[in-house]
């Protein structure tokens, strides 16, 4: 007997928090609440302290659809503002990165120290009447913390400190990130035709690594694999207990025992991932950070970055870099591949074709058990006021909204 599409719409004979409704891939309303309500409220990493070595250097990004720069003082300290001048409103900073000593808005030329002070008014006399100075005029700044090199940024004044909200989900990362100074080796942008957290789905759903010809190769296939344990932590947050990976398995590679990070052991995989887009992945001699900016629901671009030990020697440095791109970078087979996945989704539930995600694999917490995305997925649904598998309930989302406030 065949089934007509019509037949194939209800949901999955499972517990709610087993399954995801598309929508909340393709939605307008939902991406547009995924902004207020969840990039508004919590950290975003925003660049490696490697990024501003010298006072006066800069990053600008966009969080949340809010344009921010991110800049070292000439005291060493990090800061970060609304990247929009308090005369008019337009964009202040339009170059992605640089360094400069103040910064001038071409508008009406106000110009701003990197400590957000308004140093200059064009013709201030002016104001005398109204008794505007500039004084009354710094930028709007940006909650700031700093981890293990790693620079994150908040939006609401009233939201819980980063240490509060990471909680013990980075300690995975104090040996190989916090025992030597680190600096970014690698940079790189991708616009993929998917929403942002499918993106971040691959760094957590590691299910999918069957799909990956190296990973099959070199991890799913090795021993000890799948007695690695996801570790869940408060606030959306996860960290996979370190597994090995047996990188001479595949068409000749060595097996990294050189240039091991501090607390590897050769081959050691971890990961640790942070609600709601960043992910930090270290493989032995390298360490990959992802984040990505939701630009539309199905458009994510995403930021990749390599890590590695600064101020090692050029040969070091070299074998590192060769050791990163084979898996990562717009060379590597990781990425390509995993760019594939995604959209490939994303084609499905553009249109309807696909009308649920099912993450329904029960492991007792084990490498591939889908329990981090159902635990990612209910500090979603409280951020939101509703559940994934019912993302337009406005009455379950009114109620979660009221537990997270």
Known sequence: MTRNAAQWAGPPRLPEDHYVNSRIYTDPEVFAQERGKIFARTWKFACHESELPLPGDFRTL????????????????????????????????????????????FFHLWSYDTKGRCIEITREEGYKQCKLTKDDCGLRSVRTAEKLGMIFINLDDDAQD????????????IDPMGTHPMEVF???????????????????????????VVNRTTSVAAGGYHERKWKIHPNGHGSLDPLKVEYDKYKGWDGRQDLMLPGLSPGEFRVVDIFPNTTVIVRGTNIRLDTSIPIA???????????????ESAEDRALR????????????????????FVEAVERTNRHGASRYGIIARHEDLMSQDDEIMRAYYRVWGKYMGTSAANPLNKAARREAHMEVA
């Open 62 to 105: 966009e969080h949340a659809g809010i344009p921010v720069v991110v800049v070292r003082g000439p005291d060493g300290t990090v800061r970060a503002f609304l990247n929009a001048c308090s005369h008019r409103g337009a964009q202040l900073v339009t170059e992605p990165r640089g360094n400069s000593k103040h910064f001038t808005c």
């Open 162 to 173: 980063f240490d509060s909200y990471a909680g013990d989900a980075l300690d995975d990362l």
């Open 186 to 212: 690698h940079y790189h942008r991708v616009l993929m035709k998917a929403n942002w957290k499918q993106w971040h789905e691959t760094n957590m759903e590691l299910y999918h690594e069957w799909g990956h």
């Open 297 to 311: 629901p199905g458009l994510t671009l995403l930021e990749q970055r390599g890590l590695g030990v600064k101020g």
């Open 321 to 340: 870099q060769e050791h990163h791109n084979q898996f990562w970078g717009p060379f590597g087979r990781n990425l390509a591949e995993d760019v594939v």
